[in-house]
């Protein structure tokens, strides 16, 4: 069982930046994917970013809206994975959540077996 806590969320501007975190519990966090997700209000969830596990070098994947503006990244040492938002804008609004899946690796479809409770994060002028 794995649980996951996110925090960083907020009110922030059109332009700024925004650092969320997930602290994993348990002592096979290194061999899980992670990932992050986020669900807008009336809109389904969608894929934010994945980081695999250090199989032989992380393979990291991030949906196209956020290429470029968001970094995805985990500490195994500290059991926590991160999200740097940078040059966020109103279509970033949503509830960000952490999930972590069963196996090294996986996909931006991939069914997640664990979720953290969500952040919010608002952009807005």
């Known amino acids: 069982q794995v649980q996951l806590v996110e925090s960083g969320g907020g009110v922030v501007q059109p332009g700024d930046t925004l650092r969320l975190s997930c602290a994993a519990s348990?002592?096979?966090?290194?061999?899980?994917?992670m990932g992050w997700f986020r669900q807008a209000p009336g809109k389904e969830r969608e894929f934010v970013a994945s980081?695999?596990?250090?199989?032989?070098?992380?393979?990291?994947v991030y949906a196209d809206s956020v290429k470029g503006r968001f970094t995805i990244s985990r500490d195994n040492a500290h059991n926590t994975v991160s999200l740097q938002m940078n040059n966020l804008n109103a279509e970033d609004t949503a509830v960000y959540y952490c999930?972590?899946?069963?196996?090294?690796?996986?996909?931006?479809?991939?069914?997640?077996?664990?979720w953290g409770q969500g952040t919010q994060v608002t952009v807005s002028s």
């Open positions: 348990g002592r096979t966090f290194r061999t899980k994917a």
């Open positions: 999930a972590a899946h069963r196996d090294p690796i996986a996909s931006s479809s991939d069914d997640y077996d664990y």
């Open positions: 980081i695999s596990a250090p199989v032989i070098s992380y393979k990291i």
